[in-house]
């Protein structure tokens, strides 16, 4: 994570309160860190991805109690997201 980034997400932590411009550019940050490691996507490979990311979802939230939560709270908050997801063959959907 940036320097600066995680300086607001500290100090945002301690008030107990995350403004949405600062929400969306972690969700941001995070979901192109995810990207690069996942993509370009195919469909043979879209249900292991699917699967592994399920997987590490829940082993998250057994490690972390009530994240969860947190993280349903947060997808409330960035429904808006959009993805550009790259697809094997060229294009993205």
């Known amino acids: 994570m940036k320097a600066e980034l995680e300086k607001q997400l500290l100090e945002a932590a301690k008030g107990r309160s995350l403004p949405d411009g600062l929400i969306n550019e972690i969700f ?21 991805i699917i699967a592994a990311l399920n997987a590490y979802s829940v082993a998250i939230a057994k490690q972390f109690p009530g ?3 947190a ?9 808006s997201a959009c993805f550009k997801m790259p697809v094997k063959g060229g294009g993205t959907r």
């Open 67 to 69: 994240v969860d939560s």
């Open 71 to 79: 993280a349903r709270d947060l997808m409330s908050k960035t429904a």
């Open 28 to 48: 941001e940050e995070y979901s192109q860190k995810l990207a690069l490691a996942i993509n370009p996507i195919d469909y043979p490979s879209a249900p292991f």
